[in-house]
């Protein structure tokens, strides 16, 4: 489960650009200045077995974190992440945040890159994120109840973003998948 969208990074470099819409800004600075405090309870109190937030190293670094740590692989949907408003148009314009080069190097760690990488929310996955939300792993029996704790708490957004898989021989711990949520 992801708690709060992504594209922070993309929306302030438009912004910086004077390429961003005003709207698209705030509704980026009010999920930044939403504390994680309450999903993190409400994640935990929903047996959350491992948890990181989502920062500089966006979503894919923070993913490859978890994935090493817990000896799991994990399969993000595309299509199932949480975006704020304006993040796939900016992206679509070219305009990326200065460190993503950087979390673009992480891509040895997805395994389907050449099937994945057209896709418009490719690029989000490597987006460095200010105040971002949690990832968090959590059994698919209590996924759907917690998740709608988290939207009653008022994290709107939270999305089941994908699932944990049993680690496999392959070197990348990451498949990419795109289908309906």
Request: overall charge neutral; some cysteine; charged content about 20%.
């Amino acid at each position: 489960i992801l708690t709060k969208p992504l594209g922070t990074g993309t929306l302030f470099a438009a912004d910086m650009q004077q390429k961003a819409k005003g709207r698209w800004i705030e509704g980026a600075l009010k999920t930044m200045v939403q504390s994680n405090r309450k999903a993190a309870l409400c994640l935990f109190s929903h047996g959350a077995s491992a948890c990181t937030d989502v920062t500089g190293f966006g979503l894919l670094g923070h993913t490859v974190e978890m994935t090493k740590a817990s000896g799991v692989d994990v399969e993000i949907n595309l299509d199932a992440l949480p975006i704020l408003d304006g993040a796939e148009a900016t992206v679509r314009l070219g305009i990326l945040s200065s460190l993503q080069p950087a979390n673009v190097r992480l891509r040895r760690a997805i395994r389907n890159q050449e099937a994945a990488r057209d896709h418009i929310r490719y690029p989000l996955i490597f987006d460095p994120q200010t105040s971002g939300g949690l990832l968090a792993s959590i059994s698919p029996e209590s996924a759907q109840t917690c998740l709608r704790a988290l939207h009653d708490l008022g994290y709107g957004a939270a999305a089941i973003v994908g699932r944990v898989t049993a680690e496999s021989e392959h070197l990348e711990p990451v498949t990419l998948i795109s289908r309906p949520h």
